[in-house]
Every structure is written in C-alpha cells, then in structure tokens.
C-alpha cells in the first residue's frame, strides 16, 4: 500500500503565509513528479506547481512569483511554501505523486486527501 498524508492548511489572512507538506509512505521503490493541485468550490481541479525528479519545477501563472514548490527525495516529502496569499487561492489543495510500488514495474499517480487552505479577512 501507498499513503500520501498532507498537512500544513488553514485560515489565513490575505497577504499572509502557510506552508503544504506531503508525505508518502509505504511500500515506495521509486518515486518521479511530485505536485500539488488545488479545487475550490464549483471549479475545476487545477495543477498549482509539480516538480521532476531532477528538480525542475513548474507553476501555474496565478501563482509565480508566491509560492515555491520543494522536495526531500530522502524524506519522500513534497512541500508548497505559500506567500502572499490571496482569496481567489482558497481552495482545498492536493498532492500527487508518482510512485512506482515496490512490488510493481509500473508507474501509478496517487493522491493524498487534500488540505483546506482558506484566505480570509
């Protein structure tokens, strides 16, 4: 089994901070893209930023220049440092990772439960 845990949401004033992080667990032999989506309410799922097993990242324009993608391979973590957080980023947020399972040749995406992250005065 794979598990991929997230914490780090809440309630934010705009213009404020939170920093995602997502851990995966289990029987994990390899691990490629690590990204983080966002849903809110009425909309679309929609990729925030993901970043490649060598480390080049990619972000969505509403967010360049706000947030940071990061990941420790050694920890199996992926992390999503928020700045300047506006209302229009409320959303529930979600990691995606893909893992190939140790007792697999094949590549799987798996997606944690998702984080509340809300932005309001």
């Known amino acids: 089994q794979v598990q991929l845990v997230e914490s780090g949401g809440g309630l934010v004033q705009p213009g404020g901070s939170l920093r995602l992080s997502c851990a995966a667990s289990?029987?994990?032999?390899?691990?490629?893209?690590m990204g983080w989506y966002r849903q809110a309410p009425g909309k679309q799922r929609e990729l925030v930023a993901d970043?490649?097993?060598?480390?080049?990242?990619n972000y969505a324009d509403s967010v360049k220049g706000r947030f940071t993608i990061s990941r420790d391979n050694a920890k199996k973590m992926v992390y999503l440092q928020m700045n300047s957080l506006q209302p229009e980023d409320t959303a529930v947020y979600y990691c995606n990772v893909a893992i190939r399972r140790s007792d697999r040749t094949s590549w799987s995406n798996y997606w944690g439960q998702g984080t509340q992250v809300t932005v309001s005065s």
């Open positions: 289990g029987s994990i032999s390899s691990i490629n893209a």
């Open positions: 970043v490649t097993s060598g480390g080049t990242t």
